[in-house]
């Protein structure tokens, strides 16, 4: 197995120059550790209407890399650990480089159902949204296997979150996601954290957008020994997190404080 120290700092994933008529779709899967269900995870994805799969691997102690590679995935290897947060920033700006017209991003811990994302990406071909989440909560989380503690602390974050951002969504913390091209150039996700936050981060730059619209559809989840899941302790961090996330969106809109990170990058409207 290629040591951290000996691999490169990023690999670049080659953009296809080749013209498309239909939507060119791009799995992008933020990676760590993910040896033990990468395969599985793989193997559900629906390959007849997905163009390609980029991995970013951020400095796996496992063989991550040399399974992804096995399997034929694009490769992007971090030298240093970049969070969470990080690897998803590579992760679209990879698949903006390369072309993608809607961009999933999909935890490679075999804990989403990715076989629903036909389901998830046809309101972004559509036109219906730009963002598309796969929600656990439309369907039963306990009954997959979710601990009572993160089902209560789930619940009481998008209770907070739907009261900031005025929407009616069930769940804002999957790990199963679809994003429109256009919602990926107009957000400046390059300025959020690089903790676990910064899906909700995103989110709230969406809202303060405007224009972007948002929905959901229901996703069984798995929860088992393989699968990656934050414990107690930095579920706390991450719960208080999100409440910052939402205080600072409610200053941002109310113009008490105005946030950089919530000024969206749409080019200046043109004088007549």
Known sequence: ????????????????????????VIVVMPAYNAARTLERTYADIPHDVVDRIIL???????????????????????????????????CYDAALAAGADVVVMLHPDYQYDATRIPELT???????????????????????????WKYVSNRFLTVVENAAFGLHLSEY??????????????IPYSLNSDDFVFD?????????????PIGEIAVPTRYFDEASSVGFRRSVVYGLSTLRVVARFVLHR????RSAKLTSRRPAPTSS
Do not use: W
């Not at 656990?136 to 009572?148: E, H, S, T, V």
């Not at 913390?173 to 150039?185: F, K």
């Not at 109310?254 to 404080?257: D, F, T, V």
């Open 254 to 257: 109310s113009r008490i404080r």
């Open 56 to 90: 970013v691997d951020d400095v796996s102690q496992d063989a991550t890399v040399e399974i992804a590679r096995q399997l034929g995935l694009d490769v992007i290897i971090h030298r240093q650990n970049r969070g969470y947060g990080g690897n998803q920033k590579t």
């Open 1 to 24: 197995m290629t040591s951290p120290a000996n691999r490169p700092a990023v690999t670049p994933v080659p953009a296809d120059p080749a013209p498309r008529s239909a939507p060119r």
């Open 122 to 148: 046809a309101p972004i071909f559509s036109g219906a949204c730009d963002l598309m989440l796969g929600s656990r909560f439309l369907g039963d989380p306990i009954a997959g296997g979710m601990p009572r």
């Open 200 to 212: 909700q981060e995103l989110i709230s730059q969406v809202v303060a957008a405007g224009d972007l």
């Open 173 to 186: 913390h999957t790990g199963l996601r679809a994003y429109s091209r256009r919602l990926l150039e107009i």
